[in-house]
């Protein structure tokens, strides 16, 4: 994940959080993808349009005991799973 890259969430999925992360689910094909907290923390700063440069920021504020370095390599593995399953899509470039 580059600090350029811009997302947006697919507006065909439901996203619903719960006590343990979050659900994500597909009317059309019926799949279901659970995330953890982690995982729902970043979707949430997605569709709350927060910037992908700044997500990093948010993850090492709310996990401080694991290296900085460690969370940018889940995140960008995390962004490319979401991104392979089009749960999240390039944005549009204006």
């Known amino acids: 994940m580059s600090d350029s890259a811009s997302y947006r969430w697919n507006p065909a999925l439901v996203f619903r ?24 923390l970043v ?8 910037e992908p440069a700044g997500w990093l920021d948010h993850l090492v504020e709310a996990f401080p005991d694991v290296p900085a370095e ?8 995390f962004l490319e799973e979401l991104e392979a399953s089009d749960v999240i899509l390039p944005s549009d470039p204006d």
């Open 70 to 77: 460690t969370l940018q390599q889940d995140l960008k593995r």
């Open 43 to 50: 979707l949430n700063l997605l569709i709350e349009g927060k």
């Open 17 to 40: 959080e719960e006590d343990e992360g979050a659900l994500i689910f597909n009317p059309e094909t019926g799949d279901l993808k659970l995330i953890n907290r982690t995982g729902a």
